[in-house]
């Protein structure tokens, strides 16, 4: 067969650890055959980001903000192990946090549902998105530990004028720490919400805690609401679909009572412990597809989960391992779709779309990696090695393309 063909390059930025080394095995069992894959490479591994003073990740985000379409490998946020065991020059930050920081995007994340595995709550009946905002909050916070004294929030306005506001006097040791957001950032967080809701034709739901932070949620309570109502509320209403906002208390107690079906919007952190207590009612970490889209249009997918350093090990060791590549499957065929999309090329769009239906197809009909053996409700399943897993995918798409 012909090779299907790409006219625009796919960033692809690759990782570390046991997601490596599935990373290679995926592009030569179910991309290469049948693709002519056309990428700009970065590899944000960590020895070569530690090798160019993180550079290669600077660049990475740059050249998807050039190229528009990006699919990322999970990668390393070394700690202090880390350093050691890789022998660090620094101990780098998260590269998700730079590029996000880059290309100010948000990241929305959606559980992959496959029959024969049930969510912990059995009244969603479909999906539940994340909308994560990928900028500030704690992830960029300063934090300090203090002796007996006073804590003051100090702000220099341009003109050089102080304001001055008292955190705590302390009384004895203690901790502080100070975090941060932009409008700006906020609305281009909110625009990317609309956009998508409206685009995958799903309800918004975003909720904070206003009621505590009043400046500093209700600064996000107050750009969502205004942008709904100035600019997004008949589009909504054109297309039948609802937007409002919630005390996040109140929206954890709606989403465990809800079918699913709809994008959840939730600042930085919030996001990012929701987003793993949504997947993991629906399944697993391994089956979460995660998307970060700026208000520019660009997009780079990557699996939500992490390198799979335990696995790793074993690998290292010479032992077998099941790990579930799903994930970062579809962190391929999401970029695909996209670059299909964008270059407008109906072959890509297609395989694409095979891809993750042969990988689903052979979940089915029982065949999985170790981790699902223990959520299957349809029988004995069958375990496999991650490699004997790609393999099963591999041949049912040569089935489809000869």
Wanted: hydrophobic share 35%; charged share 25%.
């Amino acid at each position: 067969m012909d090779k299907i063909k790409m006219t625009m390059p796919l960033v692809e930025m690759d990782g570390d650890e046991m997601t490596r080394v599935l990373w290679k095995e995926i592009k030569e069992k179910l991309l290469l055959p049948f693709v002519a894959l056309n990428t700009e490479y970065y590899d944000l591994g960590l020895p070569h980001r530690d090798e160019t003073g993180d550079q290669v990740t600077i660049d990475a985000a740059n050249a998807n903000k050039k190229y528009g379409v990006a699919v990322k490998c999970a990668t390393i946020t070394p700690n202090k192990s880390r350093m050691t065991e890789y022998n660090l020059h620094e101990m780098w930050k998260s590269p998700n946090g730079t590029i996000r920081a880059i290309l100010d995007g948000t990241v929305f994340r959606a559980p992959i549902v496959v029959e024969g595995i049930s969510p912990v709550v059995k009244g969603w009946k479909a999906p539940i998105t994340i909308a994560r905002h990928a900028y500030g909050d704690v992830y960029k916070a300063t934090e300090m530990r203090v002796p007996q004294g006073k804590a003051e929030l100090v702000f220099t306005d341009s003109q050089g004028k102080e304001t001055r506001q008292t955190i705590y006097d302390f009384e004895c040791d203690g901790v502080v720490t100070g975090q941060y957001n932009k409008d700006s950032s906020i609305e281009s967080f909110a625009r990317s919400c609309f956009a998508y809701a409206l685009s995958t034709e799903q309800d918004l739901w975003f909720s904070c805690k206003d009621t505590i932070a009043k400046q500093y949620d209700g600064t996000f309570r107050d750009i969502f609401q205004h942008l709904y109502d100035t600019e997004y509320k008949p589009l909504f209403e054109e297309k039948g679909l609802t937007y409002f906002y919630t005390l996040i208390d109140d929206a954890i107690a709606r989403v465990i009572r809800s079918k699913g079906g709809f994008i959840w919007a939730l600042k930085n952190y919030d996001g990012d412990v929701m987003s793993d207590m949504i997947s993991t009612a629906f399944g697993s970490l391994a089956m979460m597809t995660s998307v970060l889209v700026s208000p520019e249009g660009n997009y780079e997918y990557e699996a939500a989960h992490g390198t799979v350093t335990r696995h790793y090990y074993k690998y290292l060791k010479g032992e077998e391992t099941s790990t579930n590549p799903i994930a970062t499957i579809f962190a391929w065929s999401g970029a695909l779709r996209k670059r299909g999309e964008k270059d407008n090329l109906p072959e890509l769009l297609k395989f694409a779309n095979h891809l993750e239906t042969a990988s689903l197809d052979v979940i089915r009909e029982g065949t999985m990696t170790g981790d699902l053996c223990l959520l299957w409700e349809k029988g004995t399943p069958k375990k496999v090695s991650s490699s004997a897993f790609l393999d099963a995918i591999a041949e049912k798409l040569h089935g489809i393309y000869g």
